[in-house]
Nanobody, 126 residues
Framework: QVNLVESGGASVQAGGSLKLSCVSS????????MGWFRQVPGGEREGVAT???????KYADSVKGRFTISKDAAKNTLYLQMNNLKPDDTAKYYC????????????????????WGQGTQVTVSS
């Protein structure tokens, strides 16, 4: 079992920055693949950024150059640094973890046993 707890969501003005955190607990081999997804009401949960056990990262085209995913293994914490935020970034952001890749090369969710946090709201106003 893996428990994921996100924090760091807030309301900010366009152009601002936020850093999301996700603290994980449980079996480490269940968190070899981790990532951030986001979802707006009525929409699908979409991949934002992922990081694999070897440190390789993937980003959605819409956030490349603005968001950075990283993790601190010693603290069991996953981060998402978000810069130059835009109103289109408004969504609930979820941390995810699994024993297999979370997304394909197009950032589409793959099937598998994944663990999810409860989400943290990011609201960007223009």
């Amino acid at each position: 079992q893996v428990n994921l707890v996100e924090s760091g969501g807030a309301s900010v003005q366009a152009g601002g920055s936020l850093k999301l955190s996700c603290v994980s607990s449980g079996y480490k081999w269940s968190t070899a693949y981790m990532g951030w997804f986001r979802q707006v009401p009525g929409g699908e949960r979409e991949g934002v950024a992922t990081i694999d056990d070897d440190g390789s990262t993937k980003y959605a085209d819409s956030v490349k150059g603005r968001f950075t995913i990283s993790k601190d293994a010693a603290k069991n914490t996953l981060y998402l640094q978000m810069n130059n935020l835009k109103p289109d970034d408004t969504a609930k952001y979820y941390c995810a973890a699994g024993r297999s890749p979370l997304v394909d090369s197009q950032m589409s969710r793959l099937s598998g046993t994944f663990y999810w946090g409860q989400g943290t709201q990011v609201t960007v106003s223009s």
